[in-house]
């Protein structure tokens, strides 16, 4: 691989919904890689998703655009063609094949339990039963589950948090710092399309009082905003260096605290989840601290 031929040290791969899917595959295939950080992995979507292929077909776009929302910022696609779900599916199917059987390489992976893309259920077993490695790591973002087995290597945190007007954790917000400057809690970019009525969708747009949740969530007498960052992030950039076995950084068993000391000090790479393995990987090469490539 060419990254193999340009760094020192072990070579991880990092994904996130989709991208997990390509990095699940060719992690699979190829020994050499050291192990696997996956955030929201799309191995499982909704009971329905087979239709996809044949939806594509027939309808081009999964919400019809008519002018009355935007349909990309200047960062993200706001919609999504059909086709598109489509090959995402296609992507899930082969992630599935593969997990049928065990992958012993260190794994980090955080899931929001509520959210509204994937079958977290689906996704907790497979930890559990597939990704056998001593070292990996889930986090789990939500109430203890009834199905938890395996209860020293999955790390629960409450994903319903009041004071900060946060009703569910989301798919994408997990990748993202508070302090990021376009998703994070002051951010410039509010998502409003978020399964709302058409009246909390209006003043969430005009800058109203909102709250946090994942897509399609609604409680009588709030407006929720899509929950755009983690407040978390540090915490779980903690777990996330000690399971790539980054032996300088410093947990805490006891708390969450810890210490980024050891993490350079890169301006660019601050405030995203794939920047956070950025910042750990791209350290001087004679450290021989792991590497990454990292997939959306």
């Known amino acids: 691989m060419t990254l193999e031929r340009d760094v020192e040290g072990p070579v991880y791969l990092g994904g996130f919904s989709t991208g997990a899917n390509l990095v699940l595959d060719y992690a699979y295939g190829h020994p050499e890689i050291a192990g696997l950080a996956l955030f929201s992995p799309g191995f499982k979507s909704m009971p329905f998703d087979w239709l996809a292929p044949l ?9 019809t655009p008519n002018g009355s929302f935007p349909t990309q910022t200047p960062v993200r696609y706001m919609n999504v063609p059909t086709n598109g779900y489509a090959q995402y599916y296609r992507t899930s199917v082969a992630a599935r094949r593969l997990l049928r059987r065990s992958y012993d390489k260190p794994v980090f992976m955080a899931v929001a339990q509520h959210d509204s893309v994937l079958n ?31 209860t020293k290597r999955v790390l629960i945190r409450e994903d ?38 058409a009246q909390a969708a209006q003043a969430c747009k005009q800058g109203g009082f909102t709250w946090y949740s994942d897509w399609g969530y609604r409680e009588e007498g709030k407006v929720h905003a899509r929950l755009t960052f983690n407040p978390y992030f540090d915490w779980q950039l903690s777990i996330l260096v000690s399971t790539l076995g980054n ?20 301006p660019d790479f601050e405030s995203t989840a794939f920047e956070a393995v950025a910042r750990v990987a791209l350290q001087d090469k004679a450290s021989r601290t792991p590497q990454a490539i990292l997939a959306q």
Request: aromatic share 10%.
């Open 247 to 266: 032996e300088r950084s410093l947990q805490s068993p006891a708390s969450d605290a810890f210490t980024t000391q050891s993490i350079p000090n890169i």
């Open 120 to 150: 977290t259920e689906y996704l907790l077993d497979v930890f559990q039963q597939r990704f056998t490695n001593p070292q990996s790591r889930l986090i789990w973002y939500g109430s203890r589950p009834g199905k938890l087995t395996d």
């Open 55 to 63: 939806a594509s077909r027939i309808r081009p776009w999964m919400i």
């Open 160 to 197: 319903r948090l009041p004071e900060q007007h946060i009703s569910q954790f989301s798919h994408m917000g997990l990748l993202f710092s508070p302090e990021n400057p376009l998703y994070g809690r002051g951010g410039s970019l509010r998502i409003c399309l978020n399964g709302q009525t």
